[in-house]
């Protein structure tokens, strides 16, 4: 499991914009949390920065006491072992089959082909497509797609799930279908972070949820919609 520190974190591009701006925010070992907020609001940043596929210009981000934006080439090699992430766009590979694409994680990292294979059947068997390991992406459904992306991002057994709007092309029921899984992961230990445009969604998981606007946090809570309730009845 992990502990993740955001310390007074701030993040301005090369044109002057700044995605996030003196961010302070903590997440336990274990839990699901949401981020939120409208496009540009600096969620897709935030998740950026902790997997270290950038730097920020001001503060520190910590895992487990360790400030990652400071490690070396070979510690930051160990720490995204340890990183599972989702993405709205799967980028899965069309020529590999379903349990290729699943594999590959596995490979980079040079473990045993009789381990990589009962990885990725238990990691599809998971997401309910072990029966569609021979096929090839281009055949599944949008949704089949992305529970492919799930499955490599857990095959891993990754200490932290990152996904970035992974339900942005998807129905209502499907949209619920993939957020289940996630909370599924997360009840076995794995720390969990989605980011999300779906308010109504994310509302209805019961979960802790951290609004953005222009890289700030403006909310921190639980379920906003009933904070808000509770206000206007008290007033």
Not at 122 to 136: G, N, P, T, Y
């Amino acid at each position: 499991m992990a502990q993740i520190e955001f310390h007074h974190v701030s993040k301005r591009f090369e044109n002057g914009q700044e995605a996030l701006a003196d961010l302070t925010a903590e997440f336990a070992e274990g839990s699901m949390t949401f981020l939120t907020g409208h496009s540009g609001a600096g969620k897709s940043t935030f998740l950026k920065l902790l997997l270290c596929l950038d730097l920020p210009t001001r503060g520190q981000i910590l895992v487990n006491g360790i400030n990652v934006t400071q490690m070396s080439a070979a510690r930051l090699a160990s720490y995204r072992q340890h990183l599972g992430a989702v993405f709205q766009d799967h980028h899965l590979l069309g020529h590999r089959s379903v349990y290729d694409n699943v594999a590959l994680p596995l490979r980079i990292s040079g473990m045993r082909e009789k381990e990589i294979a009962r990885r990725v059947r238990a990691a599809l068997s998971r997401v309910s497509l072990l029966e569609k390991e021979r096929q090839f992406p281009r055949y599944l459904s949008t949704g089949e797609q992305q529970r492919v992306g799930i499955a490599r991002a857990v095959v891993t057994r990754p200490k932290i799930l990152l996904a970035d709007e992974p339900t942005g092309n998807l129905d209502p029921e499907l949209s619920r279908d993939i957020m289940k899984l996630f909370e599924q992961f997360n009840q076995v230990g794995t720390t969990v972070i989605v980011a999300s445009h779906d308010r109504d969604l994310i509302e209805s998981m019961g979960r802790r949820i951290i609004e953005l606007d222009k890289g700030a946090i403006v909310r921190d809570g639980l379920n906003f919609r009933e904070q808000t309730e509770v206000q206007t009845d008290s007033v």
